[in-house]
């Protein structure tokens, strides 16, 4: 990875990786998509009340800056001139929902986070004005079915709860974005001259914007009652939006550099993963869990569960590609769970090494349905459970439940692509942190009974931020000629249990998922309101006593 000096590495390109649990920008050499150098931060994530979850925007920007000030210091200490990096891309979480006044440059209320549940009444509201309360009834045009998941109803509830945002419309200085634009109209002079911008890929997570005509939709917008006016403006997602301005100490060297590449984070992943062709399809492991397959130029919508979405338009003039998406809320978020609400690991690896110490949940099953379920439910109604416990239940077998949790999660997704496409996956490519874990990688090859496939490279959805920067017209630094592209080497973990076996623990999963559903109602609290997260299940408080006794006794010695 290091480089000598004098060492003739040629154009440079980075990526700022934006993501739910983190921020890390990284360098690749255009040439031969090695990564160079990068930089990680850890984001707060804010838990007001029950089901909320939220972001401070400013504390995502001052990450992005100081995710880029770390690495090109350490570029500089590796004898690699970062005036060499020609262009920049952003991926980015998608769905979070930002509004900022664009006269001030600050945001008006925190982020509400892609998990967020506050807006299950707004869903409900909104659903009793559709014909027959069909939460479809817009899939045609958007590829999504009314949800708390898409920016739309949070955008919603923004405008309906908080003054600042109602007065900030009314005068003309509410500005609207996901996560993309909040970064790209900061970094490109924000209230002096920012860009306000989104790409394809994110305008299609939104609700709000048309898939066919690939434009906001004014009867969408009408319908949400959301103005046009504060939405951002719709761009390819390779093209140079506008020129970086940075005035830190070593990476304000940056400014000028063009952004030039944007992509949803799971878009961003399938083109890292080069899956440029009709049927190939990627699995990202990140907070949650994205399988997209590439659907080519024409968009297929499924009958069981998963959304259309736009893939990437790599180009102005360059086609657009569809993709069919099984996406799951709860993946390395329960590892997270496991480490900071209960207490039972001190770091996220140490599940693989608590797992990996028993090798079976002995019969307990978790479903980690802390937002719902999303795809192929979409139970917003559901909690997460965990059940088949047992006196010699201890937190290795818990961790291994919470590991299994993931890839069962992965199998219905793939079930669900699998039908839809008519042409079962023959192994499933996959990328993001979560695959580091060999022992998640080797449980997930043992339930779907195929071989997954994982590049040496992990940090796919940064390099396809990367790839659609330098090749952006006017940068041309990179191609995405198939022929051009470097060869990626992999790791394959195989199948090594039967089918049967595989079909048993599925079959009993299966079985706890449809325990965890309807534990929520939307009924009104003591102050009126009315909310589907209204309380948490009393089976949830006694689980969290049951694990917290399990983890004191296993801290005290006390274990028999």
């Known amino acids: 990875m290091a480089a000598s000096a004098g060492t003739a590495l040629g154009p440079l390109v980075g990526a700022i990786d934006q993501g739910t649990s983190s921020t890390r920008f990284l360098v690749f050499n255009a040439k031969t998509a090695e990564l160079l150098s990068h930089h990680q931060v850890e984001i707060q994530q804010k838990f007001p009340k029950e089901g909320w979850v939220e972001q401070d925007p400013k504390e995502i920007l001052q990450s992005v800056h100081e995710c880029v000030e770390r690495t090109c210091e350490k570029l500089k200490q590796l004898n690699i001139d970062i005036t060499n990096i020609k262009a920049i891309g952003v991926s980015n979480q998608r769905e979070t929902t930002v509004v900022w006044d664009k006269t001030t440059g600050e945001p008006l209320y925190n982020a509400i986070v892609w998990l967020d549940l506050r807006t299950q009444s707004t869903v409900e509201r909104l659903l009793n004005r559709i014909p027959g309360k069909n939460k479809s009834f817009f899939k045609p045009r958007t590829g999504l079915p009314l949800s708390t998941y898409f920016s739309a109803v949070k955008l919603r509830w923004l405008l309906d709860n908080v003054e600042e945002i109602k007065q900030a419309v009314d005068d003309g200085r509410a500005m609207f974005g996901?996560?993309?634009?909040w970064l790209i109209w900061?970094?490109?002079g924000g209230r002096n001259g920012g860009v306000h911008c989104t790409d394809m890929t994110n305008a299609s997570r939104t609700m709000l914007f048309n898939i066919h005509s690939l434009e906001w939709d004014p009867?969408?917008?009408?319908f949400f009652d959301i103005p046009m006016e504060i939405l951002p403006k719709v761009r390819s997602s390779s093209e140079i939006y506008g020129l970086m301005k940075i005035s830190s100490a070593v990476s304000g060297a940056l400014t000028g550099v063009p952004i030039s590449g944007c992509l949803g984070d799971q878009s961003a992943a399938l083109v890292g993963q080069m899956c440029f062709r009709d049927g190939q399809a990627k699995n990202t492991y990140g907070t949650g869990c994205f399988l997209l397959c590439n659907t080519g130029p024409k968009s297929v919508f499924s009958e069981h569960g998963l959304l259309t979405t736009v893939a990437y338009q790599l180009?102005?003039?360059?086609?657009v590609y569809y993709a069919l998406e099984g996406s799951v809320a709860i993946a390395g978020a329960v590892v997270r769970w496991l480490r900071d609400n209960l207490g039972i690991v001190k770091s996220s690896q140490e599940v693989e090494k608590l797992a990996a110490e028993v090798g079976t949940s002995y019969g307990?099953?978790?479903v980690p349905a802390f937002s719902g379920l999303y795809a192929p439910y979409?139970?917003?109604?559901a909690r997460g459970i965990i059940c088949g416990l047992t006196q010699f239940t201890n937190k290795n077998h818990i961790a291994f439940a919470a590991l299994e949790a993931v890839c069962f999660q992965t199998r219905e997704i793939l079930d669900a692509m699998n039908k839809d496409c008519g042409i079962p996956l023959n192994q499933l490519q996959v990328d993001g942190g979560m695959t580091n874990n060999k022992v998640l990688m080797q449980l997930q090859a043992d339930i779907l009974c195929i071989p997954v496939v994982k590049p040496s490279m992990?940090?796919?959805?940064?390099?396809?931020?990367?790839?659609?920067?330098?090749a952006a017209e006017g940068v041309g630094i990179w191609s995405l000629d198939p022929g051009d592209l470097t060869a990626v080497t992999c790791e394959r973990f195989e199948p090594q249990i039967n089918p049967e076996e595989s079909e048993y623990r599925y079959a009993r999963w299966k079985k706890a998922v449809m325990k965890s559903m309807g534990w929520e109602t939307s009924e009104p609290h003591s102050n009126g309101d009315t909310s589907i997260f209204c309380s948490l299940?009393?089976?949830f408080y006694i689980m969290s006593s049951m694990l917290m006794f399990i983890g004191a006794k296993y801290i005290s010695g006390t274990n028999k």
């Open 458 to 470: 992990p940090e796919t959805t940064a390099l396809g931020a990367a790839m659609a920067a330098g």
């Open 364 to 366: 307990c099953y978790f």
């Open 178 to 181: 996901t996560v993309d634009s």
């Open 378 to 381: 979409w139970e917003p109604s």
């Open 537 to 539: 299940p009393l089976g």
């Open 219 to 222: 009867e969408l917008c009408q």
């Open 186 to 188: 900061s970094l490109t």
């Open 315 to 319: 180009g102005r003039d360059k086609p």
